[in-house]
T-cell receptor, first 110, second 112 residues
Framework: AQRVTQPEKLLSVFKGAPVELKCNYS??????LFWYVQYSRQRLQLLLR??SRESIKGFTADLNKGETSFHLKKPFAQEEDSAMYYC????????????FGRGTQLTVWP | DTEVTQTPKHLVMGMTNKKSLKCEQH?????MYWYKQKAKKPPELMFV???????INESVPSRFSPECPNSSLLNLHLHALQPEDSALYLC???????????FGPGTRLTVL
């Protein structure tokens, strides 16, 4: 069965500090993984997908199939990064659904 | 137009009311989705329309009824809801089933 685990419900860092939001998945096939972000009072939006291998807003995420992880990283956090971050598993799932992790609320203090 | 739009933004209804939520996209996407999101929880899939074919999450009660008039529109008809149905209802679309999903801003529903 598909499953996404985000172990940290809350994460706080100071501005300029590195940040890593953890995501582990369980899926027997070839996964497609996404990070979605939800800023306060804004819509849920795609931040990264693993197949694009991009860096968006300074964030990167690498798929590690051996560790079944897709951690989101940024070397220097900014206050505007404060938001709810969801890791999601997409490929091969039934109904075309996204399986979301429970989310990590990131707060970046000034 | 590169956005998913939803109306209304807010809706308050009684348990005996019938109302509808609307979702629209003009990106040529062929898959559209309804999600329910409770406060501080991840979105949960309710329905998927792909090429006008409906797929249902079987845990969704029958008081929620989706309708897809055409490939750009997706409605969610509500009837005899319960207070526990109060939530943010999100619509999303993707080019094809399983592709990256684009979300609307949601409709904040309160059932009294």
């Amino acid at each position: 069965a598909q499953r996404v685990t985000q172990p940290e419900k809350l994460l706080s860092v100071f501005k300029g500090a590195p940040v890593e939001l953890k995501c582990n998945y369980s899926y027997s096939g070839s996964p497609e993984l996404f990070w979605y972000v939800q800023y306060s009072r804004q819509r849920l939006q795609l931040l990264l997908r693993h197949i694009s291998r991009e860096s968006i807003k300074g964030f990167t995420a690498d798929l590690n199939k051996g560790e079944t992880s897709f951690h989101l990283k940024k070397p220097f956090a900014q206050e505007e990064d404060s938001a709810m971050y969801y890791c999601a598993l997409g490929r091969g799932s039934t109904l075309g659904r996204l399986y979301f992790g429970r989310g990590t609320q990131l707060t970046v203090w000034p | 137009d590169t956005e998913v739009t939803q109306t209304p933004k807010h809706l308050v209804m009684g348990m005996t009311n019938k109302k509808s939520l609307k979702c629209e996209q003009h990106m040529g996407h062929r898959a559209m989705y309804w999600y329910k999101q409770k406060a501080k929880k991840p979105p949960e899939l309710m329905f998927v329309y792909s090429y006008e074919k409906l797929s249902i999450n079987e845990s969704v009660p029958s008081r929620f009824s989706p309708e897809c008039p055409n490939s750009s529109l997706l409605n969610l008809h509500l009837h005899a809801l319960q207070p526990e149905d109060s939530a943010l209802y999100l619509c999303a679309s993707s080019l094809r089933l399983g592709d990256e999903q684009f979300f609307g801003p949601g409709t904040r529903l309160t059932v009294l």
